[in-house]
């Protein structure tokens, strides 16, 4: 009796062992070779395919300006590797377009997050970028009452655990990074000039944009790392982003619902530095063509690197009434306005930029005027939702 059992036991266990084993090979395998395929992925999405070109590490790549930067950079023959955690702060789906947009120009996007410093660390290991993009953020202004958190943890956290891979990095890469017209907060002074004093910050989203000017100074001063950091002024055009005015006001019309225009002091018309995407574009390509180089090595300074800050706009600031009235022309449909005071939510009444800086260092050049650039967002926007056969589609 005894021996029987004994027997069964031997048996079962290395049956169980034998088992294990086949299991333990194949998830092995299969994790070891899709490892392998992976880094290949990454490799040939950051290869150059020119002389003297730069291999790129793209955040927010499935976002706005990041998809666009990265197909720009691509089309010259840079290498371009995205990373992007595809939230849904704003539909993924409209992420996931640009995402395919993107794969058919042969760049490979990492679905990951800027605070996982183990994903960063394997891909400075599979290629080594000479610069680092830095578009990934939380957006947004009012969404802060929301959400506080994940300004924090994207625009501050994420944006530390980024600058130390770039600093522990061999080569260390330079690093352009979006930081936001929303720094110069309440300012009265305009156009707003990077010299400008920005300690009055409307909203949290442009607090944190300050501190990262801030924490990035720090990263220049100790490491060694270059640092450009570009002070965006209201990016709109095809692909954007469906949180900003221009986006829901253009989807409202076209199903007949209200739009709501803040209204500032006094009766004020809010008005903005409309910035049009293919003139940004040309600024981060500038910027990043011009950024000279990190010299650290080995997480020590060896010597000053650069450290700029640009403001990329349009110099000629629009009223929000305007805005709609092309958007009615271009739609062929009125809007349905409904006029209300602006709340204390961290709006600003209005943005101008003095762009000369960026003219003179990096030969920016903005050359789209608003009408023109809404044109083009507008025949974007009827294709990708498919209004042409009149289909509603939300
Ligand atoms: C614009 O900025 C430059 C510095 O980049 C400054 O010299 C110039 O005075 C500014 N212009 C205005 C109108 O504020």
Same mark, same amino acid.
């Given at each position: ?68 930067? +990265? &197909? ?6 840079? #290498? ?6 595809? /939230?849904?702060? $704003?539909?993924? !789906? ?108 409307? +909203? &949290? ?6 501190? #990262? ?6 990263? /220049?001063?100790? $490491?060694?790392? !270059? ?168």
């Amino acid at each position: 009796m005894f021996f029987w059992a004994l027997l069964l036991i031997a048996f079962t266990a290395s049956y169980l062992s034998f088992q294990s084993f086949v299991e333990y090979r194949s998830r092995y395998f299969t994790s070891s070779c899709s490892a392998i395929q992976w880094e290949n992925q990454v490799r040939n999405s950051g290869h150059i395919h020119r002389s003297s070109g730069m291999s790129v590490l793209v955040t927010g790549a499935a976002g706005f300006v990041g998809s666009h930067v +990265s &197909l720009a950079l691509k089309k010259r023959g840079d #290498g371009v590797v995205g990373l992007d955690n595809f /939230n849904n702060y $704003y539909d993924p !789906s409209l992420k996931k377009a640009r995402n395919l947009l993107l794969n058919s120009h042969r760049i490979f996007v990492v679905e990951g997050d800027l605070n996982d410093a183990k994903l960063l660390a394997k891909l400075f290991d599979a290629v080594a970028f000479t610069h680092v993009m830095h578009l990934a953020a939380q957006a947004g202004v009012r969404y802060a009452m929301e959400n506080p958190n994940s300004y924090v943890q994207s625009n501050i956290a994420g944006l530390v655990t980024l600058l130390e891979a770039c600093k522990s990095a061999n080569p260390q890469p330079a690093v352009v990074w979006a930081s936001s017209s929303s720094v110069y907060g309440l300012n009265e002074k305009i156009p707003f000039s990077e010299a400008d004093w920005t300690d009055q910050p409307a +909203s &949290l989203y442009a607090a944190t944009k300050k501190a #990262g000017e801030e924490i990035t100074h720090t990263y /220049n001063h100790i $490491y060694g790392l !270059s640092i450009t950091g570009l002070r965006f002024f209201t990016v709109y055009g095809p692909w954007g982003r469906p949180d900003m005015a221009y986006f829901s006001f253009t989807r409202n019309i076209l199903q007949g619902k209200p739009i709501t225009i803040f209204r500032g002091k006094n009766q004020g018309d809010l008005a903005r530095d409309f910035t049009y995407i293919d003139d940004i574009v040309k600024g981060c390509l500038g910027s990043l063509d011009t950024s000279g180089t990190s010299t650290g090595s080995g997480g020590k300074k060896r010597g000053p690197a650069p450290y700029r800050i640009f403001n990329l706009g349009n110099t000629s600031p629009v009223r929000v009434t305007e805005l709609v009235n092309i958007l009615e022309r271009h739609l062929k449909l009125k809007a349905k306005r409904n006029i209300v005071d602006m709340p204390g939510n961290g709006d600003v009444p209005f943005t101008h930029a003095n762009i000369s800086l960026a003219e003179k260092e990096l030969g920016f050049e903005p050359i789209t005027d608003l009408q023109t650039g809404l044109n083009k967002f507008v025949r974007w926007y009827l294709s990708y939702y498919g209004y042409n056969n009149r289909n509603a589609v939300e």
